[in-house]
């Protein structure tokens, strides 16, 4: 191969230490600062030797990369060459706890990968090539988000990726100290950003990548973070690219690599860390430098001072000129600035969608000024009327602090619309993980793990307040998971807006069909009960996969009527989520399908208190006899289908995808309750 001569050109000397005779290339960056890699996207050399491979908050790719091939192996069907390499890096957040997307060390048959997307994609795949075979290209990945799409283990993690993002071995970021071989966390991102220094091995013999991980200037540690054991002869080519990758999204986020060092069949050369270039500062602390460009510039930068602090009182002065009714003043902290959200949420911009519900569209944005993610929910509503009262409970209802509640952060008015501000989520709502199939779904411990904390949520509403709060629209699309999956009830208070906006003659009856209990369509009256009502019709739902009516050829299917159909055979598990797999407890899943029929019990009073509720869940309480409650003597059904005998369950002989239209057993249910 007459790749060698090449080499001593394209590297300058002084950044080269060593070239090893053979085909064996060999290089080293102790910084980059006349350095010749490739690069594509937003990437580029800072003056001071940096690789800067993103600094942005748009969806951006960038990739560096060693501008010549390598020599992996000899011919097709060889091995793969032992290789090693090692490199600092640095992932800088703008802000604590939110980060943006991570970065990759890449083996790639292209130069660049050019059609990759940004953000989660890291500038590695896209939506239609990740997984695939014919990508050939292997991936380091340092990820510092957890998309579940892609099964990420946590938001600060390490993963070995073949052709996806799909990792096939993966372990959170840290080091096992030598010695004691304790395992430590270690942050891939921080504020302004943290040096670490990254080590991956092939051994070519014993077909074995390991990757190890340090924070800078510790040495490198005897045990690797992650091994994985895998023939990689028929991913990598006999010729490939070696490079760097990753992207940005929408938070701010930057990527540095501060040196580099890669040997094929050898031992890798350490990097000189005394001699690598500085991360810049995140904060501005350069006054010292004004001083020495000179007084004009301080005194310019004064009188800017000052026009700026009378522009900001005379803005301050306008804003509150802006119209706020008197009664609105005291809500200051809780009110926001109608143009902080229009930039927060990019003006509304359809990309910013989060959802669309019964009671109005959802954004997702970021703060301008805190940078703090949120979820603005945009309502529309007309009527002025009710709406002091209804802005006295939002604020009320924003002092609200539980775990699994989404916070209302608060709320903000304008011409026929109220924009509500909650806490951002990252995982979206329950429904789509039950119903969107074949995207992910939940296994069992996390779908239980959703129904304590809802539980525990809508239990803090009804009795662990100094109000009692009625959600009245309890539903697996108001159940929002946050990053640890943990379930949080979202959207309370809403349906009230539509309470008090009607005139109070009319009872309007809020809430959603199928979760509605039958003395809320009579009375009109939201009650503790009803919304226990509603949890029942949502504890069925998780554990069935499906929503409380569904529509059929034959009919519509009652959730409720059909587990019961099934409890009365003796086989209530034949309700549960096929979805689940053989992956469950089955004493949970039964709990949880008795509890739902007992919740949706047409009467209230034989419902039980979400404390009992509780009880029963974490097992403190022995669960009520089912037959004591005599459910087919006094009646399971929903309100809106009295006097209907059209709907079918399904048959249990031909599986769940055959439904015989029949109304035997809900109908006998129905006749039974009056
Ligand atoms: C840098 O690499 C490119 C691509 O290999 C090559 O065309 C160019 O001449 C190199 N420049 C220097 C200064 O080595
Ligand atoms: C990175 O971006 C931020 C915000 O856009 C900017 O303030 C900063 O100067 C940039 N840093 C570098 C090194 O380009
Ligand atoms: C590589 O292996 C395949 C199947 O194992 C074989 O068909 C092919 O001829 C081999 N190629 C070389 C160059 O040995
Ligand atoms: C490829 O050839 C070189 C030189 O002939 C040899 O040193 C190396 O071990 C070979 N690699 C493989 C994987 O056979
Ligand atoms: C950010 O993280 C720190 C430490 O991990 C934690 O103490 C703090 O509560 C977090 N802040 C937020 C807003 O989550
Ligand atoms: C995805 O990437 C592949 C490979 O680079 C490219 O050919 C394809 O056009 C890309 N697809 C999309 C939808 O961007
Ligand atoms: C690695 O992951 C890819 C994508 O998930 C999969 O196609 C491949 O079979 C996996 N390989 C191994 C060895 O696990
Ligand atoms: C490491 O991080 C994980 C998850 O963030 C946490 O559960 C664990 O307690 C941490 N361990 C140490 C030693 O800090």
Do not use: C, M
């Given at each position: 191969m007459a790749m060698c001569s090449n080499f001593i050109l394209a590297i300058p000397l002084t950044l080269l230490a060593s070239l090893v005779a053979g085909d064996d290339v060999g290089f080293i960056y102790?910084?980059?600062?006349?350095a010749n890699l490739s690069l594509d996207g937003i990437a580029e050399f800072t003056?001071?030797?940096?690789?800067?491979?993103t600094n942005g908050t748009r969806p951006q790719t960038a990739h560096a990369f060693y501008p010549h091939l390598v020599n992996?192996?000899?011919?097709?069907n060889a091995s793969v060459s032992s290789f090693s390499t090692t490199f600092v890096f640095a992932i800088a957040s703008g802000y604590p706890n939110v980060s943006g997307h991570g970065m990759a060390f890449v083996i790639s048959p292209t130069k660049g990968l050019p059609g990759a997307s940004a953000a989660q994609y890291l500038g590695l795949f896209n939506d239609s090539n990740?997984?695939?075979?014919?990508?050939?290209v292997v991936a380091v990945e340092l990820d510092t988000v957890q998309n579940l799409p892609f099964n990420?283990?946590?938001?600060n993690h390490v993963g070995i990726d073949i052709n996806g993002l799909n990792s096939n071995a993966s372990s959170p970021a840290g080091y096992y100290e030598d010695g004691s071989r304790q395992f430590r966390n270690l942050s891939l991102t921080m504020l302004g950003g943290q040096r670490i220094q990254a080590w991956v091995e092939y051994h070519g013999l014993e077909k074995r990548m390991d990757v190890t991980l340090a924070p800078f200037?510790?040495?490198?540690?005897?045990?690797?973070?992650l091994s994985f054991f895998h023939d990689l002869s028929s991913v990598v080519k006999n010729e490939m690219y070696v490079g760097f990758s990753s992207s940005t999204g929408v938070i701010f986020a930057s990527h540095y690599v501060l040196g580099w060092s890669f040997k094929m069949n050898g031992q890798v050369q350490e990097l000189s860390l005394s001699q690598l270039p500085n991360l810049p500062r995140l904060?501005?602390?350069?006054r010292s430098r004004l001083l020495t460009i000179g007084v004009p510039l301080i005194l310019a930068s004064l009188i800017s001072v000052a026009v700026s602090s009378v522009v900001y009182f005379i803005r301050r002065k306008r804003k509150f000129a802006e119209?706020?009714?008197?009664?609105?003043?005291?809500?200051g902290p809780h009110r926001f600035k109608v143009k902080d959200l229009y930039i927060a949420t990019k003006g509304f911009k359809d990309k910013e969608l989060l959802g669309a519900g019964g009671f109005g569209k959802v954004y997702r944005g970021v703060l301008p000024t805190s940078k703090v993610e949120v979820a603005v929910k945009r309502v529309s509503h007309?009527?002025?009327?009710g709406m002091k009262e209804f802005i006295t409970e939002i604020v009320s209802l924003g002092h609200l602090r539980h775990r699994n509640l989404v916070q209302l952060l608060g709320y903000c008015r304008c011409k026929g619309e109220l924009l509500l501000v909650y806490e951002y989520m990252p995982?979206?709502?329950l429904d789509k993980y039950l119903?969107?199939?074949?995207s992910p779904t939940l296994n069992w411990r996390q779908r239980f793990k959703v129904i304590e904390g809802v539980a525990s949520g809508l239990f803090y509403l009804h009795q662990g307040w100094e109000q009692v709060v009625i959600h009245r629209d309890v539903k697996a699309s108001n159940v929002l998971l946050d990053e640890k999956l943990n379930g949080r009830l979202g959207?309370?208070?809403?349906?009230r807006l539509y309470d008090h906006g009607?005139?109070?003659?009319?009872?309007r009856v809020v809430g959603t069909l199928g979760y509605l209990a039958p003395e809320q369509t009579r009375t009109g009256k939201a009650t503790p009960c009803t919304d226990v009502f509603a949890f029942g019709a949502f504890l069925l739902e998780v554990a069935c996969?499906?929503?409380p009516i569904s529509h059929s050829q034959t009919g519509d299917i009652i959730l409720v009527d059909w587990v019961y159909s099934c409890w009365s055979k003796g086989?209530?598990?034949?309700?549960?989520?096929?979805?689940?797999?053989?992956?469950?407890?089955a004493e949970e899943v039964e709990l949880v399908l008795k509890l739902g029929l007992i919740c949706s019990?047409?009467?209230?009073?034989a419902r039980p208190t979400m404390r009992h509720v509780i009880q029963i869940i974490e097992g403190d309480m022995p669960f009520p006899e089912l037959s004591s409650f005599s459910l087919s003597s006094c009646g399971l059904t929903?309100?809106?289908?009295?006097?209907?005998?059209?709907f079918a369950v399904p048959d249990s002989s031909s599986g769940r995808t055959g439904f015989s239209h029949s109304s035997t057993v809900a109908a006998s249910i129905l006749s039974g309750g009056r």
């Open positions: 102790n910084g980059f600062r006349s003056s001071n030797g940096l690789l800067k491979l992996f192996k000899n011919s097709t990740n997984g695939n075979d014919r990508n050939h990420d283990i946590n938001d200037r510790v040495p490198k540690p005897k045990t690797p973070l904060s501005p602390k350069k119209v706020v009714e008197d009664w609105e003043l005291e809500y007309e009527s002025r009327q995982n979206g709502s119903y969107n199939q074949p959207d309370f208070g809403l349906a009607t005139e109070p003659q009319t009872t996969g499906r929503r086989d209530i598990l034949e309700a549960k989520d096929p979805n689940l797999g053989s992956d469950y407890v019990h047409s009467d209230p009073k929903f309100a809106h289908l009295e006097g209907s005998d059209d």
